[in-house]
């Protein structure tokens, strides 16, 4: 058996205060001025050690504040009040919403899984992933403690090509040719970040925690260049670029973007190198083309197709676009229905925002994901985009230290890979390559509805 698989991880402060999900009202008419104020009970402290903070020209109170409502309920004057704060409800967007957002920061700053206290209070069912639950009934035994270490539990991803089947000669010995692979601990891999006021800082704090957590990072082929201490967990995006096969033989992986001389190009890339894995960036479009497209690539020797959402997770370029995840599953099922799914590794990227869409985006049929703006988060972005338009960034993020960002990235990705092993524990599951195309351990909302409501109007329709 393997070493069991251990990030650590080590609490990483903000540089800037958190915006709180509540506000502190405090109303000074009226007080009583009683000998024991419940400000001065707070057990947390909060009121001593409240600042003003320039950074936000506020006091800091709203992101000290614990939610206990000790103070609120003991003022006898009733002159404390707590109220939702305008702007944590402007954070994100429908996707990176104010309590992701707010919970990705939490979990940069401690590498500990977020605990709600009084549990789940939201919506049982949206859009795209919220519209998929983990059937955990088909449970034998659940896996006991895999955080802990009671049982051991697999999160391990090759990406590469692998042969249908083996070939022997009459003596036994094996004909087929091995094909090159990477085998990462962890099925989550860094992608290209969609926005941001990005700096070289940013870009070597993602290649610096990938190399922490022995995964690998997608960067532009320019900041690969300023980083080649780095190359074993670097993956240059090449795009449609030329390049130096002197350079690239520095690489275990690269990626391309699809286009009509990506064969020819892929040949290329490997002749520089042969056991060069060559990744082939494709946007996730639901198109039997699209199908017939990454079925061509495959014969001609893609170890990889990374399949790209929108940063919301849907069709870029589509109005009312299919979600990742319906894309994911037609392009599983057809590679399934080709007799090729295992020849060649599905990278899902796009809409992932919490731990759970990593094991969502798996059972439906990818291999590993790619995660791109939570590591923003990490480095406490508001998912404001401001930067899009040429405007200031509120946390200036280019100017992060590196390697403060590289532990908070790892902080995150630690949280998360715990959330991993407790859905895999619960669902009886050891080894996160079985999770693959599992749907039979998922139920999605809209079948239900179909199984439920399609037979009730099927004679209404004229």
């Known amino acids: 058996m393997p070493k069991k698989y251990h990030i650590d991880v080590h609490p990483t402060p903000n540089r800037f205060p958190a915006i709180g999900r509540s506000g502190i009202v405090d109303w000074g008419e009226g007080c009583l ?5 419940v400000k001065y009970k707070c057990i947390y402290n909060v009121y001593r050690e409240r600042t003003f903070s320039i950074d936000i020209m506020g006091d800091t109170i709203d992101e000290l504040c614990m939610n206990c409502f000790r ?19 402007a954070l994100g967007d429908d996707v990176y919403t104010p309590e992701t957002v707010s919970m990705n920061w939490e979990q940069a700053r401690t590498g500990k899984i977020p605990v709600s206290g009084a549990g789940y209070g939201g919506a049982f069912s949206g859009p795209g992933f919220d519209s998929m639950w ?30 249908t089947a083996l070939e022997f000669d009459s003596s036994g010995r094996l004909l087929t040719k091995p094909e090159p692979r990477i085998r990462i601990p962890i099925p989550i891999v860094f992608d290209l970040f969609p926005f941001g006021n990005l700096s070289s800082n940013v870009w070597k704090a993602a290649a610096t925690a990938a190399g922490k957590l022995q995964t690998l990072a997608v960067v532009p082929a320019t900041e690969a260049r300023k980083m080649e201490d780095m190359t074993a967990h670097l993956v240059p995006f090449l795009g449609t670029e030329p390049w130096d096969p002197g350079w690239i033989r520095n690489f275990n992986m690269v990626e391309i973007s699809d286009s009509e001389d990506a064969p020819a190009r892929m040949e290329r890339l490997k002749s520089a190198r042969s056991d060069l894995l060559v990744s082939v960036r494709m946007p996730a479009l639901s198109r039997a083309e699209q199908i017939g497209r990454i079925l061509e690539l495959n014969r001609a020797g893609a170890d990889a197709i990374h399949y790209v959402a929108d940063e919301r997770g849907y069709e870029p370029g589509v109005e009312n676009g299919y979600h990742v995840k319906d894309v994911i599953r037609e392009l599983h099922t057809a590679l399934m229905n080709e007799g090729v799914r295992d020849e060649i590794t599905v990278i899902s990227s796009g809409g992932i925002a919490m731990a759970e869409h ?18 923003l988060i990490a480095l406490e972005c508001r998912v404001c985009r401001n930067c899009r338009d040429g405007g200031e960034c509120p946390v200036d993020l280019a100017q992060g230290d590196s390697r403060w960002g590289a532990q908070r990235i790892v902080n995150l990705v630690a949280a998360w890979h715990n959330q991993l092993l407790e859905v895999m524990g619960a669902m009886g599951i050891r080894e996160v390559r079985r999770l693959r195309g599992e749907q039979g351990r998922v139920m999605f909302m809209e079948d239900l509805e179909s199984d439920t409501f399609a037979h009730i109007f099927a004679d209404r329709n004229p």
Do not use: F
């Open 71 to 89: 103070c609120v309920q003991g003022c006898p004057k009733r002159l404390i009040h707590k109220t939702l704060n305008p702007e944590w409800e």
């Open 358 to 375: 990593v094991i969502k985006s798996i059972l439906c049929g990818a291999n590993l994901v790619g995660v791109d703006v939570p590591l």
């Open 134 to 163: 983990t059937d955990m009934s088909e449970i034998v035994r659940p896996t006991r403690d895999g955080i802990h270490g009671r049982e051991y539990i697999s999160t391990v991803v090759d990406i590469g090509r692998r042969p």
């Open 33 to 37: 001025k009683c000998a024991e104020c």
